[in-house]
């Protein structure tokens, strides 16, 4: 990577990963585009373009008025807000990876794209989820994973388009909050910890998924996209994990710290079915056989981190 153009880069992933880009590549190499635009550092800190994602040919003309050889396509709608829009869901997530993935092949550069925890389903084995196994996943968003993974590859093998792709677990950070996903909780529950000393969870006692603090995810972002090609025997997606843990384990970690910390239960139907639908836990061995991956934070260190930084916030 050396020119690298980002889609949705204002939101969850994309305000942290456009600033880590702009460190390691270069302010001018990193061209932020978004639907709209704000004061962040990411919008403000290097070359900022409006781009529509669902607008193909704005897309491209960016793209190659940027000479970009790598183009990170992050803009999508998260799985609750999908469930609640199924149409415009798919519209937005398939049609602007279709044209990205369009981009990437026009200009002949490299493409990342997230997947997620959401592209299993039901039928798929729920403790440690393997890397090859079964996607039947009954949420739009999970749809859109999956047939996201499959365009990818698609795009490798039909046009050689140098497509790569995690299997995100839920991100959690003290930067930007997430906004409609079902692993939102993990964020959330910090920042109420921090301001009133209790949360009410929507996502039920007993509900495992799998979690990441968000410097290694955006390590692993780098990390894989400067691998060797030649190692990679995956592509469309790489399962990633961090830890995995159910809501009264993040509360138990949090009393470490502030110890009046209280957590009560208001289950919302809808992400609770949707939870259940995702891993409790997933094998991340072939990322770390094929690309090195490693991730630094667990929940302890991840906690004791978020807390000190949204108390400064
Ligand atoms: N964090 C995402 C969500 O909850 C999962 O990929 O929608």
Redesign the pocket.
């Known amino acids: 990577m050396k020119r690298i153009m980002i889609t949705g880069a204002l939101g ?1 992933i994309g305000s942290e990963l456009t600033v880590k880009l702009r460190e390691i590549y270069g302010a001018d190499q990193v061209i932020a585009t978004d639907i709209r635009k704000n004061e962040t550092e990411a919008a403000l800190s290097g070359p900022f373009e409006m781009v529509d994602v669902t607008d193909a040919r704005t897309m491209l003309e960016v793209a190659k008025k940027y000479n970009v050889d790598s183009v990170i396509h992050m803009a999508a709608l ?3 807000t ?1 469930e609640a829009n199924p149409v415009f869901a798919w519209n937005l997530n398939m049609g602007g990876l279709m044209n990205a993935l369009e981009t990437a092949r026009e200009l002949k550069a490299q493409f990342f794209t ?1 997947s ?3 592209a299993f389903g039901p039928s798929t084995p729920k403790d440690r989820t393997p890397q090859d196994t079964i996607h039947r996943p009954t949420t739009m ?1 999970g749809v859109n ?1 999956v047939a996201g993974e499959l365009l990818s590859d698609y795009y490798f093998h039909k046009f050689g388009v140098d497509t790569r792709g995690l299997r ?4 959690i950070s003290y930067v930007t909050p ?1 906004g ?5 909780y993990a964020v959330e529950i910090y920042y109420e910890a921090v301001k009133n000393g209790k949360y009410t969870s929507y996502i039920d006692k007993g509900t495992y998924m799998d979690m990441m603090y968000m410097p290694d995810a955006l390590d692993a972002i780098v990390q894989l996209m400067e691998a060797d090609p030649s190692k990679l025997k995956h592509r469309n997606s790489f399962n990633v994990t961090a830890m995995s843990f159910e809501p009264e384990q993040i509360a138990a970690e949090i009393r470490k710290h502030i110890p009046h910390f209280e957590i009560s239960y208001k289950v919302d139907p809808i992400r609770q079915s ?1 939870a259940d639908s ?1 891993p409790n836990s997933i094998d991340d061995s072939a990322a770390v056989e094929e690309w090195g991956f490693k991730a630094n934070f667990d929940l302890g260190k991840m906690t004791e981190n978020m807390l000190d930084k949204l108390k400064q916030k």
């Open positions: 969850q998260l799985s609750a999908a997230p997620s925890i959401g968003y994973k995100f677990p839920g991100l997430p409609g996903g079902t692993t939102d949707i995702w």
